[in-house]
């Protein structure tokens, strides 16, 4: 069932609708949230595919889904919202007075109480990144997110939990919220969107809500501190040697840094440790500082 549960009269466009797709009835009760920011595709056709596996077989339980919150955004392909370039994952627990993007901030979360709350993301237009949960050092949300069997499972000090975004106001109200991400902003790789319906589906049978779809295969399960970061040291033209999955040792070639105009080698970029690349730059200008590489430790 398709309902609305928040509406909001804008100047253009015509209302603003805030959308929610049901499935079952009682509890458990999980949610699934799609479409925070508007270039972000991936995070939406796994709710599509949810939906189509739903409709086949009715949960034992209550899945709401939400695959377009940003409507207006996701129709542009911009990241934040279009009344006033405000990022809506910055407006939580938003307020029914507050700005356009706080009043749908509120909305979002009087609409996805549940026992279990997972909010979808696609990584940097620039980036590629490894399907993942990401998740809190301890606690409830670790034994869920591990049960997607995604490809892999980061652990980290704040785990996403500022006030300011979703999963930190779920969790700020009690409840179990994590992120899974996958892919890249502003294009569709519909590969990733299929692992990670498939992993929302584990959790789905973890939780006694549905059936089985198969193992899932994580690649790295890791703290922050058995990642390695590799950022960029003088900027250039970055060219990768390697790809998202790969499996590399200490002194493996990642990538290299070109000069813009005549294509000498700045620098290069090699693996320290025995890992898995999680994420990497395919946009291919690159300033000082900024991330080319991720390689989390594979024991």
Known sequence: MIEDV?????????????????FGQGRPRLVVVAGLHGNELNGIHTVHLLASALREQRPAGTVDLLPLVNAFG???????????????????????????????????LDATEADVCVDIHSGSPLVQEMPQVRLPLAGPEVDLGRSTGLPFVWRRPAGNREPSGLVGAWRAQGRRGFRIMGGRGGSLDARDSVTMANGVRRLMAALGMGSDVGPGETLADVTH??????RCE??????????????????HLLGRVLDP?????????????????????????????ELLVRVATVR
């Open 6 to 22: 928040f509406v909001l009269q804008v100047p253009f466009r015509g209302a603003y609708r805030l959308q929610r797709i049901r």
């Open 74 to 108: 996701i129709e542009d392909g911009t990241k934040r919202g279009p009344f006033d370039g405000e990022d809506l994952n910055d407006a939580f627990p938003g307020h029914p007075k507050g700005t356009a993007m706080q009043r749908v901030a509120q909305a979002v």
């Open 225 to 230: 501190e058995e990642i390695t970061a590799h």
């Open 234 to 251: 003088t900027g250039g033209f970055f060219v990768p040697e390697t790809r998202v999955g790969a499996r590399v040792l200490p002194g």
């Open 261 to 289: 105009l005549g294509g000498e080698v700045l620098e290069e970029v090699r693996a320290d440790r025995n890992g898995v690349v999680t994420n990497l730059r395919v946009y291919p200008m690159v300033h000082a500082e």
